[in-house]
């Protein structure tokens, strides 16, 4: 059972993501209608006041341009009955303006809506219009608050003789404001709506994107995939539709040889770019297909599987399977002895069966011959490997290779230049080198007319040259590159591992050096295949 915080339940907050976001958006929907209607009442009233004084204005100087006008204040009393203040009335009626008044130099009224007001002074300063200036304004005056407009009355020779001023009643101007706020009020609750709705729908949206979670869950699932991605012994990659990096974890950094902390700095990069051209980068982007692909980066033989996503991207996931590969070679190196010894076992059984017979016949010089030939072969095969392999491990690996060729019915032989000192940098690497050769060689050679497997290694200098040939059927045309390629074999893969990476790993480790590997085909038929390593010796 999920409680709210405390804060959350006194203030009556809902939890839900999609509540609160609901909630979010209203209020800015809401916000924005109230601001837009101030925004647009505030300089309303400032036009309607702006329009309402530049009427009045151009009453007043239309009145004022009337030359009987000026003929008639200067030949007239102000008296009810006067051509002014017909003139004025009528211009009044006629405009519907508040007020018409007419004045003389003196400030006296000459015409008023209300005849017994002819004849007094006017109640606001006309001192700018009688001073040749027009003028516009909203003031106070006998018949209220206006918006007013005065213009100076001109004579025929252009001198001032009064002032023209009209009103326009204020009310009229606030009357119009009020009535266009109804209006803005319905378009405002219109938007509003839209945005209600609108809000609404988004809502919905976000909520089943979301699965209705709160925002604290929401983070927490967060928090925890993180952890969960950057914690677990499996490499996980992302990639957008465009193939570029979206997420990097840990592991996936370490088994691709990427520099550490770097998902942040990989991001929104092409993978391209992050990995060198290769299978690896092929399976990852989805150019090679399928499941449990294999495939070597550096040193490591990975297993990669890719699934795609519904926005056109797809995540991969990476496995080391390089200590389970070398555990499979071990394997096949211990199922090789054994079936050796099996054999030996056998053979040996015979001799003593025979060396016993030739004791029992009393035939003691016949046994003695017979031990020193059996003891003699096996003492002189290991002695030539280690009069022209100086080095332990690769003598070691030699002539455990002979004897298992032996068995299989393949002769091992070392080339007659062969001649490598005790000074190698890096022996385990040549091992596991020439170990992959000549177990290949020995597969190819098994069953061919003369069963031949010789091997050539040598020292130019600081480099190290082999070469492995057998009798075989030799390289297919066109596939001498190919050969080199993760997952290639012309042989039925066994229970426990994957085919098709030994030479991949020959050819890895042989770059890693520095050196190159290639394969041809040799003179007498099968093939050759040749690998330099610079640097390699001391």
Avoid: C
Wanted: hydrophobic content about 45%; glycine content about 10%; charged content about 25%.
């Amino acid at each position: 059972m999920r409680f709210l915080p405390t804060g959350a339940r006194r203030l009556g907050l809902p939890r839900r993501a999609v509540s609160q976001i609901l909630l979010t958006q209203l209020a800015i929907a809401a916000g924005v209608a109230v601001l837009a209607t101030g925004l647009f009442l505030a300089p309303l009233s400032g036009q309607l006041d702006d329009q309402a004084m530049r009427r009045a204005l151009a009453i007043a100087q239309s009145t004022a341009a009337d030359p009987s006008l000026a003929a008639d204040l200067l030949r007239s009393q102000p008296t009810a009955d006067s051509p002014v203040q017909s003139a004025a009335e009528r211009i009044r009626m006629a405009t519907g303006a508040e007020y018409v008044v007419v004045l003389d130099l003196h400030g006296i009224r000459r015409s008023h809506p209300s005849p017994d007001r002819i004849g007094r002074p006017v109640s606001t300063d006309p001192g700018d219009a009688l001073a040749g200036h027009e003028v516009m304004e909203i003031d106070e005056g006998t018949l209220g608050r206006s918006a007013r407009g005065k213009v100076p009355l001109l004579a025929a020779d252009g001198e001032v003789i009064g002032a023209v001023s009209v009103g326009i009643a204020y009310d009229s101007v606030r009357d119009r404001l009020l009535g266009a706020i109804p209006g803005l009020l319905a378009y405002a609750g219109g938007a509003l709506a839209a945005g209600a709705l609108a809000a609404y729908l988004l809502s919905r949206r976000i909520q089943r994107q979301t699965r209705d979670l709160a925002f604290s869950d929401i983070a927490g699932l967060l928090a925890e995939r993180e952890a969960m991605l950057h914690s677990i012994r499996e490499g996980v990659i992302a990639l957008d539709p465009d193939d570029r990096v979206r997420l990097v974890n840990d592991e996936a950094a370490r088994l691709l040889g990427l520099p550490p902390d770097s998902a942040a700095t990989l991001a929104g990069r092409p993978l391209d770019e992050v990995l060198d051209a290769g299978r690896t980068s092929d399976v990852l982007t989805g150019r090679v297909t399928g499941r449990d692909l294999l495939t070597v980066q550096g040193p490591r033989v990975l297993v990669a599987n890719r699934m795609p996503t519904a926005d056109g991207g797809a995540v991969a996931t990476l496995r080391d399977r390089t200590e389970v590969e070398r555990l499979g070679r071990e394997l096949d190196s211990t199922k090789g002895l054994i079936d050796a010894l099996r054999a030996q076992d056998h053979e040996h059984a015979n001799r003593l069966h025979t060396l016993l017979g030739l004791l029992e016949l009393g035939l003691h010089e016949e046994a003695v011959d017979f031990v020193n030939e059996v003891v003699g072969v096996h003492r002189t095969t290991a002695e030539q490997v280690t009069e022209k392999v100086h080095d332990p491990l690769l003598a070691a690996l030699l002539v455990g290779k002979a004897t298992v060729a032996a068995e299989r019915g393949v002769a091992l032989r070392l080339a007659p230049h062969t001649l490598l000192p005790d000074r190698l940098v890096d022996p385990g690497g040549l091992v596991t080198i020439l170990g992959n050769l000549v177990d290949n060689a020995l597969d190819a050679a098994a069953g061919s007319a003369a069963p031949l497997v010789e091997v050539d290694i040598r020292a130019q200098g600081r480099t190290a040259v082999l070469r492995v040939r057998d009798s075989g059927p030799g390289i297919p045309a066109g596939r001498h590159e190919e050969i080199f390629t993760e997952g290639w074999s012309t042989k039925q893969p066994e229970a426990h591992r994957e085919r098709g990476l030994g030479l991949a790993l020959v050819r890895r480790l042989a770059e890693r050096q520095g050196g190159s590997a290639r394969a041809g085909a040799a003179e007498d038929g099968g093939a050759e295949f040749s690998v330099v390593l610079p640097e390699a010796l001391r």
